[in-house]
């Protein structure tokens, strides 16, 4: 199977700073990749990027056949490409059933799965958002994306706040995802929640590729350990 | 839904045959035009705020390019009123266009950018080098044209119309994505949602409907001068009246027009030196008890009952 995402060579400054330095990686369809690395190291710019908020400022991004990297993020998202974020972005003033509602309304595909049963928001459907703790917030997100119907879902940092019952629930209903033809990309920097998803990584330093490959030989390379722990090589 | 549609529908029906009805028990149509041409007004910013964030200081910009666009196309070009309304509006709209970049900004940023864009406006207009065309700082005189109870009664249409509009606004996913926007712009174009058209076309709106405001009411006074279409309080004015009511609520601003302005009215006359200390004393308790204005009363009723029914959050 060919590839489904093409980076090549991408690029996002600020200013002087290079977030993103010229990284290259492709995706297959229903394959999970972790991205994984330090603060810092450009994951979540890389993701913004990719879901059309930064302009890249070189490079190309092919999905599905078509070139992307100029898109907007409502086109992006009508070709189906969806993302939750680190620091979660639902609508606060609304309920939660109107979360999902304003998604499914300007859905281009049919959704994989029914996002409100798949996610079991059934019990807070009548909830304002911004009434949620953080992880009902992060999970809103994710349903919202998945309302869209995406092909390739952009995971930033989902795990982050839940606990071991709920990370293992989130692993298996990923995981689904996957064997329903989703492509995913996970940032995250629980190994343990990558290790349980994928056994493909790509690790990123001051916004370059310093690894790709699995998680174990990830721990054992001396430059990820160097920059994950400081000091020299083990 | 459909039933709260239809109950909200029939209330806007009754508010406007209210207003059809009350010249013949209240002599004084000028306060009755203004009012209704407040609550117009006020729901034109509750489109545009209560919708979307955007606050328009300088709404007064747009009424007053709809009563010289009216005005002009009355005089010069010498259309019928109908069609002069029309191109009141579509002037206005121009002007919307030219100063949408405005748009890029966002907060107290718009909205002083808005206010002197309003002012650059009455600049331009008030210009004695356009006083073949817009009579410069001596007004305009369509006295001709002067029919104050038919020009009442198109506000009222345009009253029903802006309410049909607005109801079907917020029952709409279009109203939501509106809502979703003012939340937070980069999720909900995640979402679908093409943010930057969307914008555009509520700005349009709304400047369109402070146009048809200040064209029908070049044709009620039909004598005015720059000033007094470009008056900054007739703008914040619409906003005190939406915010008093209830920003992104379907009756919010003809409820802050009613009680406001029919206050303005009462206290104005009788005892016009207390008028602005009582103004300020209601503006204060409004932002420091009702911050989202009369109708959250009724709100915060139904959300403390609605609290009690939910079920618990499953995770």
Redesign the interface.
């Known amino acids: 199977m060919g590839a489904f995402l093409k980076v090549d060579q991408i690029s996002k400054r600020f200013g002087g700073f290079y977030a993103v330095n010229g990284l290259s990686f492709e995706l297959k369809q229903g394959e999970i990749l972790g991205l994984v690395g330090p603060n810092g190291s450009g994951k979540t710019t890389c993701i913004n990027v990719l879901s059309g908020i930064y302009a890249a400022d070189g490079g190309t991004v092919e999905f599905d056949g078509k070139m992307i990297h100029t898109m907007p993020s409502y086109k992006i998202s009508n070709i189906g490409i969806n993302r939750t974020y680190q620091i979660p972005k639902c609508f606060h003033s609304l309920t939660v059933k109107e979360n999902i509602d304003v998604a499914l309304a300007h859905a281009k595909h049919k959704p994989q799965v029914d996002p409100v049963e798949f996610l079991e928001l059934q019990g807070i459907m009548g909830r304002n958002a911004g009434t949620l703790n953080t992880a009902q917030q992060k999970t809103l997100d994710l349903a919202r994306a998945l309302a869209t119907g995406p092909k390739l879902l952009l995971v930033d940092e989902l795990a982050a706040g839940l606990n071991p019952e709920e990370t293992e629930s989130m692993t298996t209903k990923l995981l689904h995802l996957s064997e329903q033809g989703v492509s995913i990309i996970v940032v995250e920097h629980l190994l343990s929640f990558v290790h349980a998803l994928t056994k493909r990584v790509i690790v990123m330093n001051a916004g370059k590729q310093i690894f790709e490959g699995d998680l174990e030989s990830a721990s054992k390379d001396p430059l990820v350990n160097q920059v994950y722990l400081g000091g020299d090589a083990v | 839904m459909r039933k709260q549609t239809t109950i909200d529908l029939s209330i806007s029906l009754v508010l406007v045959l209210a207003f059809v009805a009350l010249p013949h028990f209240y002599s004084n149509l000028t306060i009755l035009f203004m009012m209704a041409m407040y609550m117009v007004l006020s729901q034109g910013v509750n489109l545009l705020y209560g919708l979307t964030g955007y606050m328009p200081f300088g709404y007064v910009g747009f009424f007053g390019a709809g009563a010289y666009g009216f005005s002009i196309a009355l005089q010069h070009l010498h259309f019928p009123i109908v069609l002069a309304l029309i191109f009141g509006v579509l002037f206005t709209s121009l002007v919307g266009v030219i100063l949408s970049p405005l748009l890029r900004l966002s907060g107290a940023y718009f909205a002083i950018g808005n206010l002197a864009t309003s002012q650059v406006i009455y600049g331009i207009v008030a210009n004695s080098h356009l006083q073949g065309i817009t009579g410069g700082g001596d007004g305009v005189d369509i006295s001709q044209y002067f029919n104050q109870t038919a020009s009442y009664y198109v506000m009222l249409a345009v009253l029903l119309v802006v309410m049909v509009g607005i109801i079907w606004v917020k029952r709409s996913?279009f109203g939501?994505?509106l809502?979703?926007m003012?939340?937070?712009s980069?999720?909900?174009?995640?979402?679908?949602?093409?943010?930057?058209r969307n914008r555009m076309l509520v700005w349009l709106a709304s400047a369109a409907i402070a146009g048809l405001c200040g064209a029908i009411y070049a044709w009620f006074i039909s004598f005015f001068y720059p000033s007094s279409v470009f008056d900054v309080s007739i703008g914040i004015f619409a906003i005190v009246f939406m915010l008093f009511g209830g920003q992104g609520t379907i009756f919010g601003p003809v409820i802050g027009t009613i009680i406001l302005y029919g206050i303005y009215n009462v206290i104005g006359v009788s005892t016009p030196q207390y008028f602005q200390l009582a103004y300020g004393v209601l503006i204060v308790i409004l932002v420091m008890f009702l911050p989202n204005g009369v109708l959250s009363l009724f709100k915060r009723g139904r959300r403390a009952h609605?609290r009690v029914l939910?079920?618990?959050?499953?995770?």
């Open positions: 996913s939501l994505s809502q979703a003012r939340d937070d980069v999720s909900v174009a995640m979402s679908g949602v093409n943010v930057v609605g939910e079920s618990r959050p499953n995770f």
